[in-house]
C-alpha cells in the first residue's frame, strides 16, 4: 500500500484529475489521501458551498453523515460526509471541524434531503446543532433526555 | 386534501403532523382530519417502528415515523471493546443479515490493518454472503405477503429459512448471531460435509422460489395490492438516499457488488436486475430475481472453492491454532496477548460499504493507534430508506402503508442501533 499523502498540495498534485478536488480547488482547506479514500476538509461555513460543488461535479448520492469526538484535543469535533457518484465510481469524504463549545454547522438538507436523519442522529449522540435545519429534534433518545451519549465524557454505564 | 402546515417540507416531524391536523381542524372550508398512531406494537411494522399519521378518511395526509424505541447504543459500546471484540456486536445490528454486518466490519478494520486475506476465506465470505441475502429476502417474502393476507407463503419461505439457518449453526454454532467471520479471516474451517449441503440446498433452492412466485405473482388480489402502490421516482430515491432493491427497482442501476466490489465479487459473473416501475410490485420482482442471481453467485462460489488457509498471515492479530498454542511458546504469548490487551491498529479513518440485502451498508472505522476504536459509525441502508416512506405513502391510501412498509424490508434493529 502506498503511503498516506497528508497535505493539499501533496494529493492536488498526486490527483490531478480527481473531480472532486477540483470541484473543491476554492474552498478545500486541507485534503488527505489514505487507504485510497480522499478526504478533504473545508472550513465550517463553507460547508454548503462545498457540497453543492461536489454535487455539481457527479457526486450524486449523499451516503452517511457522522462525527468523531476528539477528546480532549481541540477543535473538538470532525463532522464527516461520505459522497458517492454512481457514474465516476468514486466517494469522496468531506471533513468539517469545529470547537467543543456550542458547535454548530449549516445543514445540508437543502443539498441532499436525506441528510435529515443523519443530522438529526448527530445532534441527538454529539450535541452539534445542524443550523437550518427543518426539524432539528431527538431521533435516538427520548425528547427530554440530557447530555450526548456518544461524547466521550459521557460515561459507557450512563450517569448514576 | 394537501397538508396546510408545510405543504413542500420531507420528512416533518411528529408535532408538525399534529399541528397540521389542528389547523385543518380550524379551517371551515375542509372536512376535519384524524391523527392516528401506528405502532410501535403494530404486528406489520416489523419491529417497533412508530408513524403518527394524519388521514382524511381513508387517505394520508402527512406522516412521520418515530424511531428510537430499540436504540441500544452499539455505537458507543463498540468504543469501550477491543477490535475483536466490536464483532459480536455487528450481528445485532441487522439481525436478518448477521453475515454482511461481520463482513462490513471485518473489511473496514483489515482496511486499516492492510490485511491480505486468503483467497480461500474470502470465496467462503461471498457464499456466506450469498446465502445470507437469501435468507434476509425468504423473511422479508413471507413477513410481505403475511402484512398483505396470504398466510401460506409465510411457512413456505421458513421452511427454506430453517434449512439456511442450519447450515449456518454448523458453521458458526449459532444460528442467528452468527459471528462466524473474524478480523483477518474466518473463525474456523467449515466441518466435513458442509460444502455438500450448502450444494444439495443450492440444487432444490431455485425451484423453491418458483413454487412462491407460482403462489404469488399469479394471484390476482396479490397483484392488485402491490401493483402502482407507492410510487418512488429515480430522482426522489436518490435525493432521499434510498440503496438497494428499492434503488433498482426505480430504475438507478447501482450495486456495489458490481460497481465497487469487495471480497472478490469481481471473480463472479451475475446480473443486476433492474426495474423502472418503482412500485411495490418492481420491489417484489426484483428481490425475488436477486435470489435466484444470489444462487448463482453462490454456486460460482462453491464451484471454484480454493484450498489454504483461512486466515491472513498476522499472528499477531488472530489467534493462534490450539494445537499450536499447547506446543509452541510464541503461540501461546500471542494468545494471551490478544486476549488480555487486544491490538493495536494504525492511526487512520475508513469507510468501507457492502452491499446488504437492504442496499448500501457501511461501517466507518476511526482508529487513534490504541487497541479500541476511537468511533465506529455505521450507515445502516434501512435508516436512510425510511426517509423516503413519506414520499411514498403521502396521498395514498391508508391500507397501502403497511403494503410499502413490507416493500422497503426495513430492520429497526439497525435503524435504532
Known amino acids: 500500500m502506498a503511503d498516506a499523502l497528508m497535505s493539499l498540495d501533496t494529493v492536488c498534485a498526486a490527483l490531478p484529475d480527481n473531480a472532486a478536488l477540483l470541484a473543491l480547488r476554492d474552498v478545500a482547506v486541507d485534503a488527505k489521501w489514505d487507504r485510497n479514500e480522499l478526504t478533504v476538509t473545508v472550513a465550517p461555513g463553507d460547508i454548503i458551498a462545498a457540497t453543492r460543488a461536489v454535487q455539481a461535479a457527479g457526486y450524486n448520492f449523499f451516503e452517511d453523515c457522522t462525527a468523531v469526538y476528539w477528546y480532549p484535543s481541540e477543535p473538538r469535533f470532525q463532522v464527516t460526509y461520505h459522497i458517492v457518484s454512481t457514474t465516476m465510481k468514486e466517494r469522496v469524504r468531506l471533513a468539517v471541524l469545529l470547537p467543543g463549545d456550542d458547535p454548530a454547522v449549516d445543514s445540508i438538507t437543502s443539498v441532499w434531503p436525506s441528510s435529515n436523519f443523519y443530522e438529526r442522529e448527530v445532534f441527538d449522540l454529539f450535541g452539534i446543532r445542524f443550523v437550518g435545519h427543518p426539524n432539528l429534534v431527538r431521533i435516538m433518545m427520548p425528547l427530554d433526555w440530557k447530555g450526548h451519549p456518544l461524547r466521550k465524557d459521557y460515561p459507557v454505564e450512563g450517569y448514576r | ?417
Request: aromatic share 8%; net charge negative; hydrophobic share 40%.
Open chain 2, 1 to 417: 386534501m394537501s397538508p396546510v402546515a408545510a405543504p413542500e417540507m420531507v420528512n416533518p416531524g411528529i408535532n408538525d403532523v399534529i399541528e397540521d391536523a389542528k389547523r385543518h381542524a380550524k379551517d371551515p372550508a375542509s372536512d376535519q382530519t384524524m391523527v392516528l398512531n401506528m405502532g410501535p406494537q403494530h404486528p406489520s411494522t416489523h419491529g417497533v417502528l412508530r408513524l403518527v399519521l394524519e388521514i382524511d378518511g381513508e387517505t394520508v395526509v402527512s406522516m412521520a415515523p418515530d424511531i428510537g424505541y430499540l436504540h441500544t447504543g452499539i455505537e458507543k459500546t463498540a468504543e469501550a471493546k477491543f477490535y475483536q471484540q466490536v464483532v459480536p456486536l455487528t450481528d445485532r445490528i441487522d439481525y436478518l443479515s448477521p453475515m454482511c454486518n461481520n463482513l462490513c466490519y471485518c473489511l473496514a478494520v483489515e482496511k486499516l490493518l492492510a490485511l491480505e486475506i486468503p483467497e480461500r476465506a474470502q470465496t467462503i465470505r461471498v457464499l456466506l454472503n450469498e446465502l445470507t441475502r437469501i435468507q434476509s429476502h425468504l423473511v422479508w417474502l413471507g413477513t410481505h405477503a403475511m402484512d398483505i393476507g396470504a398466510l401460506t407463503v409465510f411457512l413456505y419461505c421458513f421452511r427454506e429459512r430453517e434449512e439456511l439457518l442450519r447450515l449456518f449453526e454448523a458453521v458458526a454454532g449459532q444460528r442467528m448471531m452468527t459471528s462466524y467471520f473474524r478480523i483477518g479471516g474466518l473463525s474456523m474451517e467449515p466441518p466435513a460435509g458442509w460444502f455438500d449441503r450448502v450444494q444439495k440446498f443450492l440444487n432444490i433452492m431455485p425451484s423453491k422460489i418458483a413454487e412462491y412466485e407460482g403462489l404469488l405473482s399469479g394471484n390476482p388480489i396479490w397483484y392488485s395490492r402491490l401493483k402502482g402502490v407507492g410510487y418512488l421516482s429515480p430522482e426522489d430515491a436518490v435525493r432521499l438516499g434510498v440503496t438497494g432493491p428499492p434503488l433498482r427497482a426505480s430504475g438507478v442501476d447501482w450495486d456495489l457488488r458490481r460497481d465497487m466490489p469487495y471480497t472478490g465479487y469481481e471473480k463472479y459473473t451475475f446480473k443486476v436486475p433492474i426495474s423502472h416501475d418503482g412500485d411495490v410490485w418492481a420491489r417484489y420482482t426484483i428481490r425475488l430475481e436477486e435470489m435466484y442471481e444470489s444462487v448463482k453467485i453462490a454456486q460460482q462460489a462453491l464451484d471454484r472453492m480454493p484450498e489454504g488457509r483461512i486466515t491472513a498471515d498476522a499472528p499477531k492479530i488472530i489467534l493462534p491454532d490450539r494445537e499450536e498454542m499447547k506446543t509452541q511458546m510464541e503461540s501461546l504469548i500471542h494468545h494471551f496477548k490478544i486476549v488480555t490487551e487486544g491490538f493495536g491498529v494504525p492511526a487512520g479513518e475508513v469507510f468501507q460499504t457492502v452491499e446488504s440485502p437492504r442496499g448500501v451498508m457501511g461501517y466507518y472505522v476511526v482508529s487513534d493507534g490504541t487497541n479500541k476504536p476511537l468511533r465506529v459509525h455505521m450507515r445502516n441502508p434501512s435508516y436512510a430508506t425510511l426517509q423516503a416512506l413519506e414520499t411514498m405513502c403521502k396521498g395514498k391510501l391508508l391500507g397501502d402503508v403497511v403494503a410499502v412498509i413490507g416493500s422497503i424490508d426495513i430492520v429497526l434493529g439497525e435503524i435504532d442501533r
